[in-house]
């Protein structure tokens, strides 16, 4: 697999992991379920990530050449930006119903 694919991977699922524990941290007021908190991490850690990327250069080559402060990088910014957007989008969809 290229690079760019693995580094992807590892970012959906960190985002994944992030949308998942801010969404059961967060209580009621942030809270989207288990499926919807996945599924806009995945995304918040994909968009985010690759971002990241482009702003760091170093963080491409995690895959390339099995680096792992990029690793780490890779997976520390997918997570925080999967939690990010899990965390704005759970407030917003509860401020809205309110």
């Known amino acids: 697999m290229s690079g760019v694919l693995i ?8 985002g994944i992991i992030g949308g998942n524990v801010v969404g059961s941290a967060g209580g009621k007021s942030v809270d989207l379920g288990p499926v919807l908190n996945s599924v806009v991490g995945a995304i918040g850690g994909g968009v985010g990530g690759q971002i990241l990327t482009a702003l760091i250069p170093v963080l491409a080559g995690a895959a390339s050449n099995m680096d792992v402060g990029a690793l ?9 930006a999967g939690a990010i957007l899990t965390a704005i989008v759970g407030l917003l969809k509860n401020r809205l119903a309110a």
């Not at 780490?72 to 925080?80: I, K, M, S, T």
Request: zero cysteines; charged letters at 0%; hydrophobic letters at 60%.
């Open 7 to 14: 580094n992807l991977i590892v970012q959906v699922i960190a």
């Open 72 to 80: 780490v990088g890779q997976v520390a910014g997918g997570g925080v």
